[in-house]
Antibody, heavy 117, light 109 residues
Framework: EVQLVESGGGLVQPGGSLRLSCAAS????????MHWVRQAPGKGLVWVSR????????RYADSVKGRFTISRDNAKNTLYLQMNSLRAEDTAMYYC??????????WGKGTTVTVSS | EIVLTQSPGTLSLSPGERATLSCRAS???????LAWYQQKPGQAPRLLIY???SRATGIPDRFSDSGSGTDFTLTISRLEPEDFAVYYC??????????FGQGTKVEIK
């Protein structure tokens, strides 16, 4: 069964850091682009970042550029999102998603990040 | 930057009715770069349609899409109880590379 399981969310103070993980199983992880997408409470979906299969290319939304870093460990079938200089507006559910054909075809259940003092 | 605008914000319909959801791009786009997702409360989004009318695995044929240029439509031919949810369109572009519309909620009338 194809599965993505996020972890690492929690409560962090403004200016703090957090690292999210996404464990993949049931497919050839290294062959796929991977994404992080977030959703603030009661709001819509917002793309955060993506990384290609071998990790050599990454892209970020302007709102997180310079603060967040996406990476992957293909030997561990795991995707990461290092989040630094966190702000209240980063509070959201964070989903990892597998890249399909110009889309996101498999999603995890998400992990919640709350930035508050 | 391409912006996707979905309308209406909320669609109130009864089971068995036809739902027509709009997604408008701020400039002309390749229809193959557009996808649609469904999200139910407390759940992750689910891919419905991608690459110009290709339905994702397990998606019933009552879901279809159409459109070109700047105007795209997701149609649910006959609403089933499980179809009441929020629907998002998404575009693969350049800057930002991936964009979502703000969503349309389909609620029971």
């Amino acid at each position: 069964e194809v599965q993505l399981v996020e972890s690492g969310g929690g409560l962090v103070q403004p200016g703090g850091s957090l690292r999210l993980s996404c464990a993949a199983s049931g497919f050839s992880f290294s062959k796929y682009w991977m994404h992080w997408v977030r959703q603030a409470p009661g709001k819509g979906l917002v793309w955060v970042s993506r990384i290609i299969g071998d990790g050599s290319s990454t892209r970020y939304a302007d709102s997180v550029k310079g603060r967040f870093t996406i990476s992957r460990d293909n030997a561990k079938n795991t995707l990461y999102l290092q989040m630094n200089s966190l702000r209240a507006e980063d509070t959201a559910m964070y989903y990892c998603a597998r890249g399909g054909w110009l889309s996101m075809d498999v999603w995890g259940k998400g992990t919640t990040v709350t930035v508050s003092s | 930057e391409i912006v996707l605008t979905q309308s209406p914000g909320t669609l109130s319909l009864s089971p068995g009715e036809r739902a027509t959801l709009s997604c408008r791009a701020s400039q002309s786009v390749n229809s193959s770069y557009l996808a649609w997702y469904q999200q139910k409360p407390g759940q992750a989004p689910r891919l419905l349609i991608y690459a110009a009318s290709s339905r994702a695995t397990g998606i019933p044929d009552r879901f279809s899409d159409s459109g070109s240029g700047t105007d795209f439509t997701l149609t649910i031919s006959r609403l089933e109880p499980e179809d009441f949810a929020v629907y998002y369109c998404q575009l693969y572009g350049s800057s930002p590379e991936w964009t979502f519309g703000q969503g349309t909620k389909v609620e029971i009338k």
